[in-house]
């Protein structure tokens, strides 16, 4: 098949999300889109280089950015001439499932979402935000200033790749969660995979809920069912055939 993988900046399910999307890889001709936010977030968790080995694998494969884009997202105005089978974005943000279920079309992903109903290409999304409440999710390493009493010589600091510790903080731009500075901090100042309570507001749950609404889109709450939703549409393509 010929998929459209979309990619927003959360965090949230991402770990599983790119682990489905490897193995779409074995079998499949992909492309990736990612939006701005998630260039920055892949790259913070570490998978950007997942990312790169994924569109290498084929040479059919191929990578779109959002920031290589124009105003006018020529790439959506074009996902027909591809001849995608079906179109997946996971994980979805909150912020890019608000401009989905009212119609706001002024990024590369929610420009892909509004093209995908357009030319009727299967649209399969995993939001993150699914039910108000509290949720747990792991977030990029940081740096916990109440442990971290600047030492002179900073070993994390100085054998980062990245040059991205910068005491008491981690600059996030450039750390890449290669964990090099895993155990160096011998005041455990370093966090890394560190998990956290985080509450999913009524407003991002209700859209969630709204974008089952949409025509064209089928909503999946795990990364798992889109393997699940892949095969029922490979079915109807043979059926087709
Ligand atoms: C480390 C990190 C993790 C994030 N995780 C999430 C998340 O799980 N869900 C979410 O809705 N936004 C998350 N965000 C915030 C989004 O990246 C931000 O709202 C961004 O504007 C979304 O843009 P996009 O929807 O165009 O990708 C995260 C941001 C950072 C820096």
Redesign the pocket.
Known sequence: MNILWAI?????LLDESIGVLEKLAENNTLTIAT????C??LK??GYDKNIRQLVDKNSANMLVLDSDEKYSFPFSGKLTHHKYDVIIIA?L????TAKIVYGIAD?L?TNIAAQSGKGQIPLIVLP??QKQGLIK?I??PYIDKKRCINCKNCIPKDECPQNAINPPKID?TKCISCFMCEDKCKYDAIKLNEEIELYIRKI?AENTKKLETIENIKVVLKPSEILKEIEKIEKKIELKN
């Open positions: 927003t900046g959360a965090g949230h939006s701005n936010a998630a920055e977030v913070l968790y994980p943000t909150a912020n890019t990024t992903i993150v935000d999710t977030i990029p996030t991002d």
